[in-house]
């Protein structure tokens, strides 16, 4: 099996706040379909990335996220799958529930758990 990021971009999910319920109900749903099927590994939202903190290599920590960074994850899911076609497929109607596209990455080895 191999894990793959499903991920969208901070500011991606543009819809009106009261579609907000329906929104999280559909992504509730798949994320409970995809755990059904026992390929969950992980999900979460992540914070404001004004609210990030850079650690350089030399360990000088900055407030603010990296300047040079243009795009930032706004959420992800993690799934544990044989093929690449049914990350593609998740990250589908995740896309579908989420109402924005989603990025696929393949883990270049398998995390410990």
Sequence with gaps: MTQYLISFNDGDMTFPDED??????AAHA???EIK???????AGGLGDPGKATVVATN????????PATKDFIGGFTVV???TRA???QWA????????????????LSKPAR
């Design 80 to 82: 544990d799958v044989a």
């Design 92 to 107: 589908a109607k995740i896309a579908v529930a989420c109402r924005c596209a989603q990025e696929i990455r393949e883990f």
């Design 36 to 42: 059904d099927a026992g390929q969950f590994v992980f």
């Design 59 to 66: 360990g000088v920590v900055s407030e603010g996220p990296n």
């Design 86 to 88: 049914e990350a593609l």
């Design 30 to 32: 798949v994320v409970q």
């Design 20 to 25: 907000l319920p329906d929104v999280a109900r």
